[in-house]
T-cell receptor
């Protein structure tokens, strides 16, 4: 089934540890995004990539890094996790960015303790 | 600054009609999206408006007024499965989505 897959689905992480959230899509979409979703707030963009080999910073990039080595994969890395990074993380993709719908992964629930 | 406002929570009765409003302020505008998100799940696309007017898609319709910075999502013949959060998002001049916090819709029998 075509779609977008995230791993892990949930994780409890000690503060100070490094963690990579994985995201893979098989729809050959050019654009990919990482969002975090916190209670009472809208989805906030962390990083994005408009095409393989390029990345950009979103609204809340500090403490996070991404890479886009190929079209399918867009991992998000927390170099040294802090409790404020406790959130639900969604990866999304769209065919061209712009006015096309985004498809979301099932989310990763991350708790930093 | 950029901002999206929508009600935090609404309650409606099964079989009825409900309208969820959204106002937006963005730097430039490239369209307005509505997504549905059931608890614990990913958002899924409902509608996209870029021109003024009403777009109808089955039981769901979405309206846009660009001059007023206003949109609404209209849900007819409500079903229990429509209980979810509804997210409004406006696309700015850089084609980045600005998201509202979502409206939690509670459907009562």
């Amino acid at each position: 089934i075509a779609g977008i897959t995230q791993a892990p689905t949930s994780q409890i992480l000690a503060a100070g540890r490094r963690m990579t959230l994985r995201c893979t899509q098989d729809m050959r979409h050019n654009a990919m995004y990482w969002y975090r979703q916190d209670l009472g707030l809208g989805l906030r963009l962390i990083h994005y990539s408009n095409t393989a080999g390029t990345t950009g910073k979103g609204e809340v990039p500090d403490g996070y890094s991404v890479s886009r080595a190929n079209t399918d994969d867009f991992p998000l890395t927390l170099a040294s996790a802090v409790p404020s990074q406790t959130s639900v993380y969604f990866c999304a993709s769209s065919s061209e960015g712009g006015n096309t719908e985004a498809f979301f992964g099932q989310g990763t629930r991350l708790t930093v303790v | 600054g950029q901002n999206i406002d929508q009600p935090t929570e609404m309650t409606a009765t099964e079989g009825a009609i409900v309208q969820i409003n959204c106002t937006y302020q963005t730097s430039g505008f490239n369209g307005l999206f509505w997504y549905q998100q059931h608890a614990g799940e990913a958002p899924t696309f409902l509608s996209y408006n870029v021109l003024d007017g009403l777009e109808e898609k089955g039981r769901f319709s979405s309206f846009l007024s660009r001059s007023k910075g206003y949109s609404y999502l209209l849900l007819k013949e409500l079903q229990m499965k429509d209980s979810a959060s509804y997210l409004c998002a406006a696309m700015d001049s850089n084609y980045q989505l600005i998201w509202g916090a979502g409206t939690k819709l509670i459907i009562k029998p």
